[in-house]
């Protein structure tokens, strides 16, 4: 197999791998005109205001969705990871970009298909069809998620309330104890729930001191789930 079949070949087993195109026909047409791009902490994938212009599936890595407002500053409004998509909503409506997507870990990789050919073979293929309302959907309970974080009562409960979201998405149980290859740091707790720098970082040391939760260089660790979950004032 020469380099480029290689290219196309890996690149088709990831997009079946992926949520938004897992059932869909004919990936490797798509896998023929799909680019992958590696981006670093903090690099935007794309800017608010931006055309949508490709399809963007996550290999590797998690990549925030952040809203600016008139300030300048930003709210982190969804967190995305490997095998999901983001900006399908933009794309599918030939829009623009609502919001700027970061990378929000140190590597992130995707893979990103022009729209035109995906726009195309929606009218054709209802499995193709399928997989973008699914995709849809998907994103609507990742609004609806980020609602039920911070409507969950004070500081505590949302922080609570987040980390388990994250643990459920991405965590890794084992011995009772769950780990979360997730990098943020504690600006983006506060974004992320709504609350002050300065509180997020009093409750997160509360619950270090504690025991509950710890800080590593690759995400966090839940030592004590039951304790979490019910977000004591410690």
Not at 19 to 35: I, T
Not at 82 to 87: A, H, K, Q, V
Request: charged residues 25%; contains cysteine; neutral net charge.
């Amino acid at each position: 197999m020469d380099t480029s079949s290689a290219r196309v070949a890996a690149i088709e087993r990831t997009l079946r791998a992926s949520q938004l195109f897992g059932g869909v026909e004919r990936v490797d047409d798509f896998a023929r005109v799909a680019v992958r791009r590696q981006y670093h902490q903090g690099d935007y994938i794309w800017h608010h205001g931006d055309e949508a212009v490709a399809l963007t599936v996550i290999t590797t890595g998690l990549v925030k969705i952040c809203q600016p407002n008139r300030e300048g500053e930003s709210a982190i409004v969804a967190l995305f990871g490997p095998r999901e998509s983001i900006g399908d909503i933009a794309v599918i409506s030939s829009g623009s970009y609502p919001a700027d997507a970061v990378a929000a870990t140190r590597d992130v990789e995707v893979v990103s298909i022009e729209k035109t050919p995906v726009l195309e073979a929606m009218k054709r293929e209802a499995s193709l069809a399928q997989a973008i309302n699914r995709s849809l959907v998907a994103h609507s309970a990742a609004l609806r998620q980020k609602i039920r974080i911070m409507t969950a009562g004070p500081v505590e409960r949302r922080l609570a309330a987040l980390l388990l979201h994250l643990a459920e998405r991405f965590g890794d149980e084992s011995g009772g104890v769950i780990t979360i290859p997730v990098v943020l740091t504690r600006s983006d707790l506060a974004r992320l729930v709504g609350a002050t720098i300065e509180t997020t970082i009093r409750t997160m040391s509360r619950w270090q001191k504690a025991g509950v939760v710890s800080t590593t260089a690759d995400g966090f660790v839940i030592h004590r789930p039951d304790a979490i979950e019910i977000a004591p004032e410690i």
